[in-house]
């Protein structure tokens, strides 16, 4: 069943295709068909039109995720946010990548493309949005907790033994 | 040589961020992994998220690369994935990385497999049919996520990451002046149907392998240009390790120097059909125009493919946003085994 159902939110789950009523210029994703916010619906059929997100946002909220839903469970504890973009939508996404302690809001992420789920060890493959943390960020790098491993010197390669 | 030229007119690139040193992986399996590391030349290795895998890296890669070079999706003509590590055995990576880069649905696809040199092999098939005016704009891709068995040498350098070419007749960053290939029946490396590790021949991957291709193929295409190692500004090698192309390429009358940019598989691990593309990557973000540059990539079973570029003026004008490589050298988040072992599905959780 999900098969045909993710196949038809390709566009949305993968380019961040959003619409935006000419009427009155509400943009919304995923898209819609009718302006909610106009006072006469109907006037919005056949004018909304196509809009591309670009993927660029902040963190509006965010919850961390510690009881993991199915498929999930490797990436516990894990960040859900509601990313505010520029052009107006709220997305929900996982924020990856990131200790949950590094978040906040306000914080700018991008949109990166990654696995959604799997429908087990023979099924299908989703893929689509999540959220990284924004390069301008300039972050650091930070070990996960516990973690006891230095960063690695960086040395110059090593002359080759023959 | 050519009457009409070919050439990369954008690349882009992407490694996963986390990173595991060599120590660490030792330390699990009771070896000296320090020493390991520095036998083998690799100081710590790229590992992908668990919702990483060769499909999303590939897909990073060309999203920078369309951007860079200002290309829109919709005039790519072909688009190839070399891998060994392909998320389905059937069913295309290339399909979803161009629905997700918004290049469907007139152009070609496929993927490519020939070990670590399905990347540069996707580069030749890209020149042909851009040469041959079939299409605008071709885009290559190596990318893998690969694997080595716990415990087994090649866990301590098998990584992840990719690097996309577009491939073209205009607006050229670097000409691709020729190209050489060597190829044999050689097993050296390989992984069975179904098998989640591949098996490898030890000491067999050098001398009968390694070496012999990847010298026959770089000799072979300098004799064909009329050049000699001092000519070339820079060289890249495939890289399954730091030790391997620097040894070869002392053999072939490479300076470090020339090495100095292509070789990046001691900061990042054996990222497998990305290897050479990376190291390529890495040198033309620090290219100068009239650079020769030689490219001799390397897939075991066994063959190689050999690249004779000249870096065009256009070089210092090309808007490289996004992260450069040296970013993704410097750059990670270490992890500890245990975390490298749940990211990377090593451990068993129980039920189907």
Redesign the interface.
Known sequence: MTIARFWRE?PQR??LGGSRCSSCGSAFFPPRAVCPTCPEHRRSLGKMEPLQLSGEGEVYSFTVVHDPAEGF???VPYVLALVKTPEGPILTGQV??VLPAEVHVGLRVQA?????REE??SGV?H?GY?FAVA?EEGRE????E???????R??G?????? | MSEEPVGIVSYGAYV??????P??IGAVWGADGEAMG?GL?V??KSVP?????T??IS??AL?QALARGRISPQSIGALYVGSESH??AVKPTAT?VA??V?ATPYLTAADFEFACKAGTAAIQTCMGLVKSRMITYGVAIGSDTSQGAPGDALEYSASAGGAAFIIGRERLLAEINATESFTTDTPDFWRREGQRYPSHGGRFTGEPAFFRHVGECGRRMMERMEMTPKDYRHVVFHQPN??FP??I???LGFT?EQ??YG?VT??LGNTYSGAALLGLANVLDHADPGDRVLVVGYGSGAGSDAFDLTVSDRIHQFDRQ??RIQEF????????YA?YA??R?KIH?GG?
């Not at chain 1, 790098?141 to 996960?144: H, Q």
């Not at chain 2, 996963?16 to 040193?21: E, F, M, S």
């Not at chain 2, 050298?329 to 500890?336: A, E, K």
């Open positions: 390709t993968y380019n469970e490797m990436q990856v990548d990166t493309f990654r696995k959604l087990g060890k493959i893929y999540k390069r790098p930070v070990a996960p516990g973690e006891s491993v230095p960063e690695p960086r040395e390669p090593r002359p080759a033994r023959t | 996963p961020r986390y990173r595991i040193a120590a660490e520095k030349g100081f710590r998220a668990p919702d990483e895998d499909i999303t897909t990073e999203r998320p389905y979803v629905q997700a918004g730091g030790k620097q040894r390429g002392k053999t470090d090495m100095r070789l001691p900061y996004g992260p050298l410097d750059g990670g988040t270490p992890l500890n975390l749940k990211f599905g959780l189907s």
